[in-house]
């Protein structure tokens, strides 16, 4: 038996190739090109009319979009400007995500999502300046300057805000939905990660006791195809979505550059997701136009490739529509876009000049009583 | 006043809030079906059902997390760890998001949440389960620290943890909870968080002593009686916020003190009381402050290497012969 074993060793190292560790994911590289981020699954051919949208409701939803890319553009600027510092993550492409989701669920479900937040907020009304102000640290921002481009927040429109720690709030989306299971109160959660997060252990915990519970939650990764500098390709093996399948977790994919196509799924899933609470796990694939952060040098994907995503522009898309199906002209564009553009405007003179926080607010909101003890 | 055991103290102050406040609930691993996994939720789950005393997989960071999105939309849970040496499992829910949510928002999160559970070593265990945190915990802005002595203080304690609104670590021994002790049988009985006890009187030396090792104190100070020394113990039950005035008063008396804390010794608990006395009665002391930890070893299997390992009533005395000169 021994001298067998010994044989078979010997026979295997014979064999051995060099070995690396180079990620190897979903899809193939061919003649050493990454793939593209993600594939888009064909769009909804739905029209407006079949989804239940209203033409104002049309108009919102570009207003909205309009309103979250004019938002990063001109807080990029800003940044560039050194008005600001701390992590700038844009949300620029992955608008219809944002907005189809919340024109489909009702205004008290409950949204949580990573750093990558700006859009979130906006949709769930933070105020053009609420939210400048809090890139600019200011105690007018939504948090109070407290939290910064990474932790927006309005709780009284149930959005409990962005998170910073990748994957960590994953679990709190449960947990979201689990008072609201455990109130009866009829609203559902749902809870937004980048694709980097799959791989993190709070998921898969997150997911078991979801399905054990029958938690009320949409888990929904916006594949935007890059967690930070590794393309979904090379960070995470199978498809993501099929996560789902180990847990017994309804699932679907949807294309994130098209807003009727969010909110059709969203629309839908959520109806399932109240009337059997159940989980459910949405991937949704997108694509951010921008590095992951300011100091990105986005060397691990071509030119080329964003062009191709950018022809599949969600604002455009729907513009598009509006105008072939004669909802809005070339004039009510104008309007809109100048409506828009002087109310950012607006909100990054108002950040620019709002008074800081005081010093002493430094001790405020560290614990729920008036005069809580602090340690020295 | 009746006799209870700590375990019988912890279930009685749950129980009590489940049946005053309907948001409270508890889960962890083992409490519901099986009781608790050290008999700390025996009969809740007959009592409240499978709603509000729930079994989790053993997926600490999943359903801590759990319970603080469950506490962020207006729940009050009580998560028990099996013992806070899993809870490092969940260590980014604790310190990331609970200690966090409401600060970085600005004040829009309340966050009434209570994780409780065993912490630090109960016998020959190995280096994994033998951990104390609560020195840890207490590092941490936005975090309570509880680590209870008795059946008494833990009751009145972790009645006043479960009604904070602010996240509280509360913690307990196994080897503990079978320990009897006089509980009060007041009505709604609370102990305000922050508050320490001075729990035995004398002139000679202060020993400050919490969770397990106030046990090891109270035995040492016994001994040192019998040579004539009178030792002074004060329980801050509460490591965080700390009743700080209570052992400066103390020493103030005194003149000298002995600090034991069953975490190791690098930036523990032993090591801020020390610098915080220096401080704050610097010319009351009569000798250096001393303190008796576990070593900067981890916890050894082989019971000689345990004993060796543990703070020991012969480490205080030693300890208070020191800062009283008689060795």
């Given at each position: 038996m021994k001298k067998f074993w010994h044989q078979k060793l010997t026979m295997a190292k014979k064999k051995t190739k060099e070995i690396n560790f180079a990620p190897r994911g979903i899809g193939e590289e061919k003649d050493g090109v990454v793939q593209k981020g993600v594939d888009l699954p064909s769009p909804t051919k739905k029209k407006h009319k079949s989804l239940g949208l209203s033409e104002d409701d049309l108009k919102a939803m570009y207003e909205q979009m309009y309103l979250q890319r004019r938002f990063e553009e001109r807080a990029m600027q800003q940044y560039q400007k050194g008005k600001f510092g701390g992590f700038l993550h844009l949300y620029i492409g992955q608008e219809a995500v944002s907005t189809g989701t919340v024109f489909a669920l009702n205004d008290d479900d409950d949204i949580i999502t990573a750093y990558r937040d700006h859009g979130w907020g906006l949709c769930r009304g933070i105020t053009p300046k609420e939210g400048m102000a809090e890139l600019f640290g200011k105690a007018a921002g939504c948090s109070k300057g407290k939290g910064g481009s990474m932790h927006f927040a309005k709780t009284e429109n149930h959005f409990w805000g962005g998170y910073g720690i990748v994957g960590g709030h994953i679990p709190i989306g449960g947990g979201l939905a689990f008072a609201n299971k455990y109130d009866q109160n009829g609203r559902i959660a749902t809870c937004f990660f980048g694709d980097g997060a799959v791989d993190q252990g709070a998921l898969h915990e997150t997911f078991n006791i979801s399905q054990l519970w029958g938690l009320p939650v949409i888990y929904v990764v916006e594949n935007n195809g890059y967690s930070m500098g590794t393309a979904a390709k090379r960070h995470t093996v199978a498809e993501i979505v099929d996560r789902a399948k180990g847990y017994g977790m309804k699932s679907k994919v949807v294309n994130g550059m098209d807003v009727f196509s969010v909110y059709e799924a969203m629309k839908e899933v959520a109806e399932d997701v109240r009337k059997n609470s159940e989980p459910y796990f949405l991937e949704i694939r997108t694509y951010r136009y921008r590095g992951h952060s300011m100091s990105d040098p986005q060397k691990y994907r071509t030119k080329e490739e964003l062009e191709t995503y950018q022809k599949n522009d969600p604002i455009e898309r729907l513009k598009t529509y509006l105008k072939d199906e004669k909802i809005l002209s070339d004039d009510d564009f104008q309007e809109i876009e100048d409506k828009i553009e002087e109310e950012v405007l607006e909100a990054v003179e108002f950040a620019d000049n709002a008074d800081f926080p005081e010093k002493s607010a430094l001790y405020d909101d560290m614990f729920a009583e008036e005069d809580p003890y602090f340690h020295n | 006043m009746a006799e209870l055991q700590f375990r019988e103290a912890i279930k009685e102050a749950i129980d009590e809030e489940m049946a005053r406040e309907e948001k409270v609930f508890i889960m962890g691993e083992e409490v519901a079906e099986y009781n608790g996994a050290y008999k700390t939720t025996e009969g809740l789950l007959d009592k409240y059902g499978y709603k509000r005393v729930i079994d989790t997989p053993i997926s600490e960071l999943g359903f801590a997390g759990i319970g603080v999105g469950a506490a962020m939309n207006g729940l009050r849970p009580i998560i028990e760890f099996m013992t806070f040496n899993f809870a490092v499992l969940a260590a980014d829910q604790i310190i990331n998001h609970a200690s966090k949510a409401g600060y970085m928002t600005g004040g829009q999160i309340d966050m009434p949440i209570v994780f409780r559970g065993p912490n630090a070593s109960a016998g020959q265990l190995g280096a994994t389960h033998s951990v104390a945190y609560d020195s840890m915990y207490a590092h941490f802005p936005g975090l309570k620290v509880i680590y209870t002595s008795e059946p008494d203080d833990a009751k009145g304690l972790l009645k006043s943890a479960i009604r904070d609104d602010n996240p509280v670590i509360f913690m307990e021994s196994e080897q503990m909870y079978g320990m009897k002790g006089e509980v009060s049988d007041e009505d709604d009985y609370l102990i305000p968080i922050g508050k320490g006890k001075i729990k035995r009187e004398g002139s000679d030396v202060t020993i400050v002593a919490h969770g397990k090792m106030y046990h090891v104190a109270t035995q040492a100070a016994a001994q040192l009686e019998k040579d004539g020394v009178e030792v002074e113990i004060i329980?801050?039950?509460?490591?965080?916020?700390?009743?700080l005035p209570l052992i400066i008063e103390s020493i103030k008396k005194t003149n000298r003190c002995v600090v034991v804390d069953e975490a190791h010794p690098f930036a523990g608990f032993a090591a801020e009381i020390g610098f915080l006395i220096q401080r704050e009665a610097f010319d009351y002391l009569d000798a250096p402050v001393q303190r008796v930890t576990l070593p900067d070893v981890n916890a050894p299997f082989s019971k000689p290497l345990f004993d060796e390992w543990l703070p020991s009533p012969k480490n205080v005395i030693d300890a208070v012969n020191q800062v009283t000169y008689r060795s």
């Open positions: - | 329980d801050p039950r509460t490591v965080k916020p700390l009743d």
